[in-house]
């Protein structure tokens, strides 16, 4: 088993910045994919970013450029850099870890970028 905790959520003008993190604990060794996901009011969950155990990351569209996924492997953590939010961006905000076939999520941290 492995547990997620996210933490930096928050409410932010339009324009500004959050960083979020997300601590696993539990069964870390063999962790391969880490990533953050949102869902927005009335939507459907999405993929925001997703970075491997060597590194490579990828983003969704609407995000690039003004998001950055780290991760320090060493300390189970996976960071989310998010730059320029716009109201838009408003969601909770999920830590989701792949470790052999299964996946694991934390609770969710609230987004929230007002106009």
């Known amino acids: 088993q492995v547990q997620l905790v996210e933490s930096g959520g928050g409410l932010v003008q339009a324009g500004g910045s959050l960083r979020l993190s997300c601590a696993a604990s539990g069964s870390t060794t063999s962790i391969n994919d880490m990533g953050w996901y949102r869902q927005g009011p009335g939507k459907q969950r999405e993929l925001v970013a997703i970075i491997t155990r060597f590194g490579v990351t990828n983003y969704v569209d609407s995000v690039k450029g003004r998001f950055t996924i780290s991760r320090d492997s060493a300390k189970n953590t996976v960071q989310l850099q998010m730059n320029s939010l716009k109201p838009e961006d408003t969601a909770v905000y999920y830590c989701?870890?792949?470790?052999?076939?299964?996946?694991?999520w934390g609770q969710g941290t609230q987004v929230t970028v007002s106009s």
């Open positions: 989701k870890a792949q470790r052999f076939e299964y996946d694991y």
